[in-house]
């Protein structure tokens, strides 16, 4: 779960516009996160940092596992963004490890389109190269008021149904809050309540 980008709720839902200084640059933060899933808590880590240049980006996300004989997942990303007027669309190539031990590929366009100031509705499509299965999802991300950040996702990935549901909160300082549901046809409903920087 990617508490440091909450607008990305999919893994990559709604796109980060590209960089079009002429200089690399870097965006980076960290995250604790209490999970409730069916009566029982657990704490994780998180941790990400993205260099981005004219475009192009390449990242490093990493969040310890609790309650688990894993300690880290961790994934590895490059990709390209860029805008067609106000539409953000993005590709990227993810690679997914659990500690040391490769576990899987894929490969996501995703699409980001504004229809006010407030709201922007997105779109993504990933297929894992291992598995050979597709994850497709829809949403929006929406500023009702200055500072949060509400977003909303329902998905496919082959297993079956997922959908999520967020807010995020800019604090002073870099800092933010956010709270994450997230239930599915296959797995529990969880509840994560996050804090942590964003730069």
């Given at each position: 779960?990617?508490?440091?980008?909450?607008?990305a709720l999919a893994g990559g839902l709604f796109v980060t516009a590209p960089a079009t200084a002429q200089e690399v640059e870097?965006?980076?933060?960290?995250a604790a996160n209490l999970g409730v899933s069916d009566g029982d808590t657990a704490l994780s880590v998180e941790g990400e940092v993205v260099a981005s240049y004219m475009g192009f980006f390449a990242g490093l996300w990493a969040e310890t596992i609790p309650n688990s004989a894993d300690d880290l997942e961790i994934e590895l990303s490059l990709g390209y963004a860029t805008t067609f007027g106000t539409t953000e669309v993005g590709l990227t190539y993810t690679a997914y490890f659990i500690?040391?031990?490769?576990?899987?590929?894929?490969v996501e366009l995703?699409?980001?389109?504004?229809?006010?100031?407030?709201?922007?509705?997105?779109?993504a499509a990933a297929y894992d190269l291992?598995?050979?299965?597709w994850d497709l999802s829809?949403?929006?991300?929406?500023?009702p008021i200055e500072n949060l950040t509400v977003a909303a996702l329902i998905g496919d990935d082959g297993t079956g149904?997922?959908?999520?549901?967020?807010?995020?909160?800019d604090l002073p300082h870099n800092a933010f809050v956010g709270l994450l549901y997230e239930d599915s046809d296959y797995g529990p409903e969880t509840v994560t309540f996050s804090i942590g920087f964003a730069f």
């Open positions: 779960m990617r508490a440091l980008l909450p607008l870097l965006s980076y933060g960290i500690d040391d031990d490769y576990d899987t590929q894929d995703a699409v980001g389109v504004p229809v006010s100031p407030l709201i922007t509705l997105g779109a291992d598995n050979e299965v829809a949403g929006f991300e929406a500023t149904t997922y959908w999520e549901a967020g807010a995020a909160y």
